[in-house]
């Protein structure tokens, strides 16, 4: 069964680094988001990319946040300057329609210390 | 704005009995769609369950199955003859037809009994 691949599993950062965080979404699916879980808290959403462009966005993907498909399989998640505050599980999913069936990845655990 | 909100952090069933989970959900939205996610400790999420808001009848899957009270804005999922395996956080979803975005509930961590 096709999956939705996310590397690293693990990524341990300074405060103040960039990191990029690598998914490899389902071959055919037109639709790509990142979430995120700070732990003990609920999953929330950051940001949706369709036809190559961010089609929407949450009040926590600031300026320090950003996406990219650099080639047509890979879907990335670079932030700029790592805080505190970014610790946290990063989920990868996607979609051939829409949200109405998303499928997720397996997560990053994000830690910065 | 949407919220999902699960009233129940944490629920315990002996296994092999019958357990149920509640959400209840704020839209004004007409066309919508309602998921149940599990999380067990590898942190992974996985799709348990789907039903669509225009659809009257309750999605099933195995083991699985959802009570949607549209009116009531209620959707709970019942997990019968419960196996250690079902021990894990799960997650109420919600998203409007023409939105990008899922919302979640808090969850409910769900444990086993032996």
């Known amino acids: 069964e096709p999956e939705v691949t996310q590397t690293p599993s693990h990524q341990v950062t300074q405060m103040g680094q960039e990191v990029i965080l690598r998914c490899v979404p389902i071959s055919n699916h037109l639709y790509f988001y990142w979430y995120r879980q700070i732990l003990g808290q609920k999953v929330e959403f950051l940001v949706s990319f369709y036809n190559n462009e961010i089609s929407e966005k949450s009040e926590i993907f600031d300026d320090q946040f950003s996406v990219e498909r650099p080639d047509g399989s890979n879907f990335t998640l670079k932030i700029r300057s790592t805080k505190l505050e970014d610790s946290a599980m990063y989920f990868c999913a996607s979609s051939y329609r829409g949200a109405e069936k998303l499928f997720f990845g397996s997560g990053t655990q994000l830690s910065v210390l | 704005a949407q919220t999902v909100t699960q009233s129940q952090p944490e629920m315990s069933v002996q296994e092999a009995e019958t357990v149920t989970l509640s959400c209840t959900y704020d839209?004004?939205?007409?066309?919508?769609?309602l998921f149940w996610y599990k999380q067990p400790p590898s942190r992974q999420m996985i799709l348990v369950i789907r039903?669509?808001?225009?659809?009257?009848q309750n999605a099933t899957e195995n083991r699985f199955s959802v009570n949607f009270q549209k009116a009531a804005k209620s959707f709970s999922l019942k997990i019968s003859d419960s196996q250690l395996g079902d021990a894990a956080m799960y997650f109420c979803?919600?998203?409007?037809?023409?939105?990008?975005?899922?919302?979640f509930g808090s969850g409910t961590q769900l444990t086993v009994l032996p």
């Open positions: 039903q669509e808001a225009y659809k009257q």
């Open positions: 839209t004004s939205e007409s066309d919508y769609y």
């Open positions: 979803a919600y998203i409007s037809g023409s939105a990008r975005q899922l919302t």
